[in-house]
């Protein structure tokens, strides 16, 4: 599953694999608002989680952008159901992922019309998500920190983040990681270096379920991936 922008719209895709041979792209989620995007898993695989437009607008006119799931069933998907994890009904909530132990950590803008991108979590009490809170000023310094992706286990969590700069610049992200340390507390976050990061934006980190690889987006739609050995410096401390 991929969100994919065409013509003004995001549509969520799907790519099915048959006798080990990828099959024809086909469009999965698609509302008429035009802005269904982002699906991951919950912890559980029991649920594919997106952001969406779809609940209608807000009093002052603009989308209204929060999390939707569908549920598996035996013979496909639920229909689409709201996620309710922010306090303020001007929030809003986009770029998930989700822990084993069901927390789910992802972006909120606070206020419409600004352009700050701030990093929050809900946490998962067994039966349903908590409301989120914002996390630490050290994961949201900047005016721009977004697009996270943490670790099952929660051991470290990868960001997009335009901290290296003054005021807010979307073309000066690039990915930081913050590891648990043993206390269990977040250390401040790092660069992930040249290695990972360029001249060009950097987001959308995600690592493959088996753990092997890290793959993100640099510039505006080109997908890259490398060994997640590239992450042991800052792991093993």
């Not at 994919?4 to 469009?27: A, T």
């Not at 006119?61 to 229909?79: M, S, V």
Request: net charge positive.
């Amino acid at each position: 599953f991929w969100s994919y922008y065409d013509k003004g719209e995001h549509v969520i895709m799907l790519c099915s694999r048959v006798n080990k041979i990828w099959q024809k792209p086909v469009k999965f989620v698609h509302s008429r608002d035009g802005y269904d995007g982002n699906p991951f898993f919950s912890a559980d695989w029991s649920k594919l989680v997106f952001h969406s437009a779809r609940g209608g607008k807000r009093l002052d006119g603009k989308p209204d952008i929060q999390f939707w799931y569908l549920k598996r069933k035996n013979d496909g998907w639920t229909g689409a159901k709201r996620l309710n994890i922010l306090p303020s009904k001007g929030q809003w909530a986009m770029y998930g992922s989700q822990s084993n132990k069901g927390h789910l950590y992802f972006t909120s803008k606070a206020i419409i019309d600004s352009k700050e991108f701030q990093l929050h979590m809900a946490r998962f009490n067994g039966k349903t998500w908590e409301t989120a809170k914002p996390l630490s000023e050290k994961f949201n310094s900047s005016a721009i920190n977004w697009t996270p992706f943490v670790d099952p286990d929660e051991r470290y969590l990868i960001f997009s983040s335009d901290r290296k700069k003054s005021g807010s610049d979307f073309h000066a992200c690039d990915l930081y990681i913050s590891v648990k340390n043993d206390r269990g507390e977040w250390e401040e976050p790092k660069c992930l270096g040249p290695e990972i990061n360029s001249e060009q934006i950097e987001r959308f980190p995600w690592v493959s379920p088996d753990g092997k690889y890290l793959f993100f987006v640099r510039g505006f739609g080109d997908i890259f991936w490398v060994s997640t050995g590239v992450l042991n410096c800052f792991l093993l401390h």
